[in-house]
């Protein structure tokens, strides 16, 4: 009886992860489906599923690049490596910027969002194109105003 047990652990736990796996496709194909949407048609309900996932890669992007100004201001130094960084992104808005797009503060999201939908990749694209689109629509809409 002993032996039973952590054999029907063992299948449990492979069945979760394939109903896990499942599940995440099923919610990766909903994302662009819904992304389609908002291409062409930015104020369907069906775009709100993409819109808001937009919205959370801008908030990941922002506190990331936040983030990373803190740790590299913490170090407080002019290092080799802060030299590098400096020297290889060029000189930006805010010290310690390091995105590639700048977000206005006085700009709505939703606005944002609209002017990125065009960028989204269409067709057969994947969730790595989706994410590759939307980082390369912020980067054409948004560029940060180059500081000399």
């Not at 490596?81 to 060029?90: D, E, F, N, P, Q």
């Not at 930006?92 to 700009?107: D, M, N, S, W, Y």
């Not at 994947?126 to 980067?139: C, D, N, R, T």
Request: a negative charge; charged letters at 20%.
């Amino acid at each position: 009886m002993k032996k039973i047990i952590p054999g029907m652990l063992i299948s449990a736990w492979i069945i979760s992860q394939t109903a896990s796996a499942a599940l995440l496709q099923v919610h990766e194909e909903q994302l662009l489906s819904s992304c389609q949407a908002l291409k062409q048609r930015p104020a369907a309900v069906e775009a709100a599923a993409c819109a808001t996932y937009i919205n959370g890669f801008i908030d990941g992007a922002l506190l990331t690049d936040s983030e990373n100004a803190t740790e590299l201001q913490s170090a407080d130094q002019e290092d080799f490596m802060s030299r590098a960084l400096r020297t290889r992104l060029g000189g930006r808005e805010g010290e310690g910027h390091f995105l590639h797009f700048c977000v206005p503060a006085e700009r709505a999201r939703a606005e944002i969002i609209q002017q990125i939908a065009p960028h989204i990749a269409g067709g057969n694209a994947g969730v790595s194109q989706l994410k590759a689109s939307i980082y390369e629509g912020l980067k054409a809409e948004l560029p940060c105003p180059v500081v000399k």
